[in-house]
């Protein structure tokens, strides 16, 4: 009997083992599978966040337009009641050299003081500048040696400035204003 009931014991605790062998072994996910689970799940938090922004943004852009419509109308009445009257619309004046302008006034913007020894592209803007001044077509080599010291300082003294051959807010200011003078 005593031998009967180990047997029966040995038995049943080894169906429990091959029970609970079968189920870990079976939930086991390869590590494969367990990280596209991982981005998947990570995925779909980003996929329900890019819906909600963009349902906003939808929106938004939905009050925008509306306001443009309004803009649009307003406009539109205001330059039907100005066809009764002579208007003048102001344009913006576009010079000659405007893209140089507009690269000096870069320069302001940006606090930038070029002298002797000052290389790079800002310098380029300058040495463009000069030819420009001096019906020149000198070398635009990026490079502020002695010959472009030279022409600023003449430039310079021909607009009434301290001919320290430094290119500062002052000078730049100048230099804007004769490109403006030229036709």
Sequence with gaps: MENFKFTLF???????????????????QSGN????SQKLVELT????????????????VSELQGEIDKLT?????????????????????T??????INSLQKLIADNVTIKN????????VIQ??????????NRVDNDFGASSENAVKKF????????DGEVGPGTLRKMISWLKTQS
């Design 128 to 137: 463009n500048f000069l030819n420009t001044y001096n019906n020149t077509s």
């Design 45 to 60: 938090k980003q996929n329900k966040s890019l819906t909600e922004k963009s349902s906003t943004l939808s929106d938004q």
């Design 73 to 93: 109308k307003q406009t539109q009445a205001l330059a039907s009641s100005s066809n009764n009257s002579t208007s003048t619309v102001k344009t913006p004046t």
């Design 33 to 36: 599978s367990s990280v596209n």
């Design 95 to 100: 010079y000659k050299y405007q893209s140089l």
């Design 10 to 28: 040995s038995i049943i605790v080894l169906l429990i083992l091959v029970f609970v062998g079968y189920w870990g072994f079976s939930s086991i």
């Design 156 to 163: 310079q003294r021909d607009t009434g400035l301290t001919a």
């Design 117 to 124: 020894g000052s290389k790079g592209t800002r310098v380029g």
